[in-house]
T-cell receptor
Framework: QQQVKQSPQSLIVQKGGISIINCAYE??????FPWYQQFPGKGPALLIA???DVSEKKEGRFTISFNKSAKQFSLHIMDSQPGDSATYFC???????????WGAGTKLIIKP | KAGVTQTPRYLIKTRGQQVTLSCSPI?????VSWYQQTPGQGLQFLFE???????NKGNFPGRFSGRQFSNSRSEMNVSTLELGDSALYLC????????????FGSGTQLSVL
């Protein structure tokens, strides 16, 4: 019940296309859902995060869509660029617990 | 503002040895959490410290331990190293806890031979 399942494991998208990464969770007590971006040789960096009181959050080309009833959330990258090539992790936590549960990651490659 | 600093960057040890990794959080951050990252496994939570107290612990054996000092710097110790401990160990800091923005260091790459 503590798992966060992320798919796909890897993704290749043409430059200018839309990249979509999906995550699913079981624990309905989760109330914080961040996405992190990691480049080789670096630690992850927070990209965007959402709480379950909204169904969508947009920051520039990055959008989180949240479906509370389906217990799913997804990251959409519009107009994908080669510089977006990285590994993306979804995660979930609850305010009463200071532990982030992470998805297994998606390696995204944007082809020029 | 300086970022999260982890030392050393690379470490090679042999089975049975012990190792200590260090993490200096961003100034003013009181929460430090540690993660183990292996290819295909994502990030596995080790533990989190807040104001020198361990507040949460993941499902790792007792060989993995940590502590936090009064200046919020943290150390992680792994005793009796096993081959399976080879991984990237990441430290993250935040002002109050894991349910807010975490700032990660670049990690310590540990290889156990």
């Amino acid at each position: 019940q503590q798992q966060v399942k992320q798919s796909p494991q890897s993704l290749i998208v043409q430059k200018g296309g839309i990249s979509i990464i999906n995550c699913a969770y079981e624990n309905t007590a989760f109330d914080y859902f961040p996405w992190y971006q990691q480049f080789p040789g670096k630690g992850p960096a927070l990209l965007i995060a959402i709480r379950p009181d909204v169904s969508e959050k947009k920051e520039g080309r990055f959008t989180i869509s949240f479906n509370k009833s389906a217990k799913q959330f997804s990251l959409h990258i519009m107009d994908s660029q080669p510089g977006d090539s990285a590994t993306y992790f979804c995660a979930a936590s609850m305010d009463s617990n200071y532990q982030l549960i992470w998805g297994a990651g998606t390696k995204l490659i944007i082809k020029p | 503002k300086a970022g999260v600093t982890q030392t050393p960057r690379y470490l090679i040890k042999t089975r049975g040895q012990q190792v200590t990794l260090s993490c200096s959080p961003i100034s003013g951050h009181r929460s430090v959490s540690w993660y183990q990252q292996t290819p295909g496994q994502g990030l596995q939570f080790l533990f989190e410290y807040f104001s020198e107290t361990q507040r949460n612990k993941g499902n790792f054996p007792g060989r993995f331990s940590g502590r936090q000092f009064s200046n919020s710097r943290s150390e992680m110790n792994v005793s009796t190293l096993e081959l399976g401990d080879s991984a990237l160990y990441l430290c993250a800091s935040s002002f109050a806890g894991s349910n807010e923005k975490l700032f990660f260091g670049s990690g310590t790459q540990l290889s156990v031979l």
